[in-house]
């Protein structure tokens, strides 16, 4: 699986956009980005995933650059409830072994009342 | 619907004890697994399993059994407990090879 690189912590006032970024420079044609996060002792939670297409649900926005070398994830209107780690995973396409999911150090996002 | 339902929330064990983790779903998931957080680190894979009778080792084994008898069930087995297992431990399940995993809520085990 491809390695990503995120910042260890972000700020974001409450109400803002928070934007977290990922870099995932050596990721292959099939390999998919996805975003969890997990709040403080509570098990990690799928947030949204892609793989070359800007994705959005109810949760957040999933910005992939063109080249698929970074990607960004969008928390429209950040709650003091957002206030987590996000970990941002590259993985394979389902069947062999690629189908595990390798959780980095994540970025500590703080939403500041 | 209960998701991923992990028994205990908490224990404390002395060393060289033994002990199961227990991991149920019912979401009808045949992809299940098993991960350690120690603090301020990411999640460690322990084992896995892509259906019933059949399961493998992740990055993280050594000291931990599992055992898949059924869809619903995956239960983690500490034989001899030691400290460096002191940790939280994470159960989750998926559909197929789906990477949209839902954990459950976690064991917080403490060995002395």
């Known amino acids: 699986d491809a390695k990503t690189t995120q910042p260890p912590s972000m700020d974001c006032a409450e109400g803002r956009a928070a934007n977290l970024p990922c870099n995932h420079s050596t990721i292959s044609g099939n390999e998919y980005v996805y975003w969890y996060r997990q709040i403080h002792s509570q098990g990690p939670q799928y947030i949204i995933h892609?793989?070359?297409n800007n994705e959005t649900n109810e949760m957040a926005s999933l910005i992939i650059t063109e080249d698929r070398k970074s990607s960004t994830l969008i928390l429209p209107h950040a709650t003091l409830r957002d206030t987590a780690v996000y970990y941002c995973?590259?993985?394979?396409?389902?069947?062999?072994?690629?189908?595990?999911?390798?959780f980095g150090k994540g970025t500590l996002l703080t939403v500041n009342p | 619907n209960a998701g991923v339902t992990q028994t205990p929330k908490f224990r404390i064990l002395k060393i060289g004890q033994s002990m199961t983790l227990q991991c149920a779903q019912d979401?009808?998931?045949?992809?299940m697994y098993w991960y350690r957080q120690d603090p301020g680190m990411g999640l460690k894979l322990i084992y896995y399993s892509v259906g019933a009778g059949i399961t493998d080792k992740g990055e993280v084994p050594n000291g931990y059994n599992v055992s898949r008898s059924t869809t619903e069930d995956f239960p983690l087995r500490l034989e001899l407990a030691a400290p460096s297992q002191t940790s939280v431990y994470f159960c989750?399940?998926?559909?197929?090879?789906?990477?949209?995993?839902?954990f459950g809520s976690g064991t917080r085990l403490t060995v002395v």
């Open positions: 995973i590259v993985r394979g396409n389902s069947g062999g072994s690629n189908y595990k999911l390798t």
């Open positions: 979401m009808n998931h045949n992809y």
């Open positions: 989750a399940s998926s559909y197929q090879g789906s990477g949209g995993y839902t």
């Open positions: 892609g793989l070359k």
